[in-house]
């Protein structure tokens, strides 16, 4: 069936360093892929999105291209900040719901 | 402001007792869902609804009911049938049910 696989975490960073979390997913047609963050205590915020294949998402510093080829949507950042620390969601639509990953939380250090 | 509200934001009740969560929108959304969040595991859909007086079952749907009798309301009861309803209660909204969904603050609901 349709399902997201996101990286394990915790993710420990210090501030300015590079962050990737990985995102691949298994789903038939052509699914839209989201990235969610939730900052403790709080629901889910959408940081950004693709709908289609080669589409880059964007927003605060972040970004995720939609790989049809390897089924990935793997989110990055090039300096990452304290107040990135989240949880961090990959998710996909695909036709009639959205399915979303285990979340990987992610921890910055001044 | 436009958004989505739920309360309580904290709610504890006894065992074997139904209880109900509330969820408001006034983004003029057609879809509205909810979610349960366990730790460890992400986001589980427990039921959606398309349109006013709609609402299909999601992956874990045993134990709650839904209501949808206006646009803007979309309460989830947890019934003394749910084995382990201690959770993260999360409501979302979409203009329809393929877009983008946004999300309320949540209720964590804890059985004593």
């Known amino acids: 069936g349709d399902s997201v696989t996101q990286m394990e975490g915790p993710v420990t960073l210090s501030e300015e360093a590079f962050l990737t979390i990985n995102c691949t997913y298994t789903?038939?047609?052509?699914?839209?892929l989201f990235w969610y963050v939730q900052y403790p205590g709080e629901g889910l915020q959408l940081l950004l999105k693709a709908t289609k294949a080669d589409d880059k998402g964007s927003n605060k510093g972040f970004e995720a291209t939609y790989r049809k080829e390897t089924t990935s949507f793997h989110l990055e950042k090039g300096s990452v900040q304290v107040s990135d620390s989240a949880v961090y969601f990959c998710?996909?639509?695909?036709?009639?719901?959205?399915?979303f990953g285990t979340g990987t939380s992610l921890t910055v250090i001044p | 402001d436009g958004g989505i509200t739920q309360s309580p934001k904290y709610l504890f009740r006894k065992e074997g007792q139904n209880v109900t969560l509330s969820c408001e929108q006034n983004?003029?959304?057609?879809?509205m869902y909810w979610y349960r969040q366990d730790p460890g595991q992400g986001l589980r859909l427990i039921y959606y609804?398309?349109?006013?007086?709609?609402?299909q079952k999601g992956d874990i749907a045993e134990g709650y009911s839904v209501s949808r009798e206006k646009k803007e309301s979309f309460p989830l009861t947890v019934t003394s049938a749910q084995k382990n309803p201690t959770a993260f209660y999360l409501c979302?909204?979409?203009?329809?049910?393929?877009?983008?969904?946004?999300f309320g603050p949540g209720t964590r609901l804890t059985v004593l």
């Open positions: 983004l003029n959304h057609d879809a």
């Open positions: 609804s398309q349109i006013v007086n709609d609402f």
């Open positions: 979302a909204s979409s203009i329809m049910v393929a877009e983008t969904q946004y």
């Open positions: 789903a038939t047609g052509y699914p839209s």
């Open positions: 998710a996909l639509f695909t036709g009639n719901q959205f399915y």
